[in-house]
């Protein structure tokens, strides 16, 4: 009988003396680009948060109002939860915004070339 734990973690171990084993480093959000890293503040040089949305307050703000107002998720997809006003107002922007007929999101870079 193949035992799959064995194979995996003599690949594990091989990854690790290679220096090519993945570890998440734990950073915590301070001020800017100012993390906290070990209990030590650090320089995130690496962030895609580059124009620091993700700690803009007038955003902040209207996604707690959103979340109020709709919740934290649709449940499933749109097909089967049915489409959010939220959703249709949004492609009718990116439409207008392109000017074409119709405007259709997707939830990631990947699904829409994938779609597509």
Not at 62 to 70: K, T
Not at 107 to 115: I, R
Request: glycine share 8%; hydrophobic share 30%; charged share 10%.
């Amino acid at each position: 009988m193949i035992n799959y734990s064995q194979i995996a973690q003599k690949y594990i171990n091989q990854l690790q003396l290679n220096g090519n084993y993945r570890c998440f480093i734990p950073l915590k959000y301070v001020d800017g680009v100012i993390y906290n890293y070990y209990n030590k503040n650090v320089i995130n040089w690496c962030s895609n948060d580059y124009n620091r949305h993700t700690q803009n307050p007038i955003l902040k703000n209207n996604i707690i109002q959103y979340i109020n107002d709709y919740g934290i998720g649709a449940g499933g997809t749109r097909n089967i939860s049915g489409t959010s006003p939220l959703h249709i107002d949004l492609e009718n922007r990116i439409a207008n915004f392109h000017n074409q007929d119709s405007g259709l999101i997707f939830n990631s870079g990947f699904l829409a070339n994938f779609s597509t």
